[in-house]
């Protein structure tokens, strides 16, 4: 719920930023505020409280969602490497769109690696679990797909500013 509420909220907020800000409305503005608010909130929120903090700090609640048996130890490294692409996404607010773009193909990367990861388990392993097959999953292809197109936007509009 909390992962639709911020997606939902990407959206959202750069809709209120430009209607509050003197931001330019042009359409290179506009792909570039959304870039900006789909990587903080798309990756890096929910990158951090959804993905970082349940894997390192709850970790069997975690295992037992996905559908995987307790005390794995891959579980405090996927948390760390949730916890190193929320933290760069959220970086990248205040970088030029080279950074966010980085930002953006290593996450499309441990995203998409994410969800073939799913798809194995619930093809091979017959792993449906809520937190295998629901909404993470989805999340999992729609948040690198999301700011993909956004970056490409940017750049073929010629974004080269910094945060908004």
């Not at 890096?44 to 048996?69: E, K, M, S, T």
């Not at 948390?79 to 933290?87: K, R, S, T």
């Amino acid at each position: 719920m909390i992962a639709l509420i911020v997606a939902l909220l990407s959206v959202l907020l750069p809709l209120i930023h430009l209607r509050l800000s003197r931001r330019s409305r042009t359409r290179r503005g506009v792909i570039h505020l959304l870039l900006l608010y789909a990587l903080v909130l798309d990756v890096g929120v929910i990158g951090l409280p959804l993905g970082f903090v349940p894997h390192v700090f709850f970790a069997d609640q975690a295992a037992h969602l996905i559908g995987w048996p307790p005390g794995s130890p891959f579980q405090f490294e996927v948390g760390m490497a949730d916890l190193a692409i929320g933290v760069t996404a959220c970086l990248a607010f205040w970088r030029d769109l080279n950074f966010q773009a980085a930002a953006v193909c290593v996450a499309l990367i441990f995203l998409l690696g994410d969800a073939i990861g799913h798809v194995r388990q619930m093809m091979g392993a017959g792993n449906f679990a809520l937190g295998n097959a629901g909404i993470p999953f989805y999340m999992d292809i729609i948040c690198p797909v999301l700011v993909i197109a956004l970056v490409v936007a940017a750049k073929r509009l010629g974004c080269i500013s910094t945060a908004a």
